[in-house]
């Protein structure tokens, strides 16, 4: 029986589950129905062996999960903003027009500069105005304490901001209906509802704990290998080089973290990104369930096909 670890993302009214080499979407449209796409994924390790290793594979992860991600957002913004099929084309796939592909380019070209102005632009001044206010404000140690601080408040602030906005409110839900129907799996119960209710939405594998894992270990990295004299662009330019190595430590982290849970002091050591899990799920009701549980059964239908009889490769750990 082949060992498979399964993971997902919220997208728009649904969620796409990823599982070895094959990845399945399920959204429920507006009409009520839940539509599916399913895709084979090649990963770039096949060609590429050596991404394969450790501390190498984490960016390959972190690159090869944000292009899947961006897929699988404009996949189910399809379904939410094209017309309804007409009558007696039921079997026809909605397609999103030309206007509806630009929005959603802007909308990404406008979130990645406002990436950079809230991460690094804000956090860079906010350190080279309050440092001097502290007696080793000069220390590159002192710097980068400040810039991380700034960094680490506004992902808070930016996360507690977006969490009540209502559209937002709706994916955080199918954000948590993705960790219990993954729980559930992984628990070995049946994938229902009724299985799924009852487990955590709160995961160690989650991309949230991931992303303030990375922030965490930039900080101390920053504070090595920047100097505190760096001019913007050029820490811009530095922070940018140091994020691929530091996603492929972070991810070897965080497969050590799901992967002990058993120990106490793994489980303190990983709370706060699971605490910080409060913010980016919610909990789902029966229905985003029911479209979370299709995904995860298209995925796994995917790799039975593929491999045979599958297993979870991680220890169940959600049961509340």
Same mark, same amino acid.
């Given at each position: 029986?082949?060992?498979?670890?399964?993971?997902?993302?919220?997208?728009?009214?649904?969620?796409?589950?990823?599982?070895?080499?094959?990845?399945?979407?399920?959204?429920?449209? %507006?009409?009520?129905?839940?539509?599916?796409?399913?895709?084979?994924?090649?990963?770039?390790?096949?060609?590429? %062996?050596?991404?394969?290793?450790?501390?190498?594979?984490?960016?390959?992860?972190?690159?090869?999960?944000?292009?899947?991600?961006?897929?699988? @957002?404009?996949?189910?913004?399809?379904?939410?903003?094209?017309?309804?099929?007409?009558?007696?084309?039921?079997?026809?796939?909605?397609?999103?027009?030309?206007?509806?592909?630009?929005?959603?380019?802007? /909308?990404?070209?406008?979130?990645?500069?406002?990436?950079?102005?809230?991460?690094?632009?804000?956090?860079?001044?906010?350190?080279?105005?309050?440092?001097?206010?502290?007696?080793?404000?000069?220390?590159?140690?002192?710097?980068?304490? @400040?810039?991380?601080?700034?960094?680490?408040?506004?992902?808070?602030?930016?996360?507690?901001?977006?969490?009540?906005?209502?559209?937002?409110?709706?994916?955080?839900?199918?954000?948590?209906?993705?960790?219990?129907?993954?729980?559930?799996?992984?628990?070995?119960?049946?994938?229902?509802?009724?299985?799924?209710?009852?487990?955590?939405?709160?995961?160690?594998?989650?991309?949230?704990?991931?992303?303030?894992?990375?922030?965490?270990?930039?900080?101390?990295?920053?504070?090595?290998?920047? %100097?505190?004299?760096?001019?913007?662009?050029?820490?811009?330019?530095?922070? @940018?080089?140091?994020?691929?190595?530091?996603?492929?430590?972070?991810?070897?982290?965080?497969?050590?973290?799901?992967?002990?849970?058993?120990? /106490?002091?793994?489980?303190?050591?990983?709370?706060?990104?699971?605490?910080?899990?409060?913010?980016? /799920?919610?909990?789902?009701?029966?229905?985003?369930?029911?479209?979370?549980?299709?995904?995860?059964?298209?995925?796994?239908?995917?790799?039975?096909?593929?491999?045979?009889?599958?297993?979870?490769?991680?220890?169940?750990?959600?049961?509340?």
């Amino acid at each position: 029986m082949s060992k498979v670890t399964v993971g997902g993302q919220a997208i728009i009214e649904g969620v796409m589950m990823r599982a070895g080499k094959s990845m399945a979407m399920a959204v429920r449209r %507006p009409d009520g129905k839940i539509v599916v796409e399913k895709q084979t994924v090649h990963a770039w390790s096949e060609r590429f %062996p050596p991404l394969k290793w450790p501390w190498l594979r984490g960016t390959l992860v972190l690159f090869e999960s944000m292009i899947l991600g961006l897929k699988a @957002l404009e996949w189910s913004g399809q379904q939410a903003l094209a017309e309804e099929p007409k009558a007696g084309a039921e079997d026809k796939k909605p397609v999103a027009s030309k206007g509806d592909r630009l929005a959603l380019a802007i /909308t990404l070209i406008i979130g990645m500069g406002l990436g950079v102005l809230l991460f690094v632009v804000v956090p860079y001044y906010g350190a080279q105005l309050t440092a001097k206010y502290f007696p080793a404000g000069e220390s590159r140690w002192t710097f980068n304490a @400040l810039n991380g601080f700034y960094k680490v408040t506004i992902f808070l602030l930016y996360l507690w901001m977006m969490s009540w906005i209502p559209d937002l409110r709706r994916v955080f839900m199918y954000h948590g209906a993705e960790h219990k129907s993954i729980f559930a799996w992984e628990a070995g119960q049946g994938l229902d509802v009724a299985s799924a209710q009852d487990k955590s939405r709160f995961h160690p594998r989650c991309s949230t704990a991931f992303l303030l894992m990375v922030m965490v270990v930039s900080i101390i990295t920053f504070a090595i290998l920047l %100097p505190r004299q760096l001019k913007l662009w050029a820490r811009l330019g530095g922070e @940018l080089m140091l994020i691929l190595p530091i996603a492929g430590v972070t991810y070897e982290l965080q497969r050590f973290s799901a992967r002990y849970q058993k120990w /106490t002091w793994v489980r303190w050591l990983f709370k706060p990104g699971l605490a910080l899990q409060g913010m980016t /799920t919610r909990e789902p009701d029966a229905q985003q369930l029911e479209v979370a549980l299709t995904a995860l059964k298209e995925v796994l239908s995917m790799e039975e096909q593929r491999l045979g009889a599958v297993e979870p490769e991680a220890a169940p750990c959600g049961t509340n």
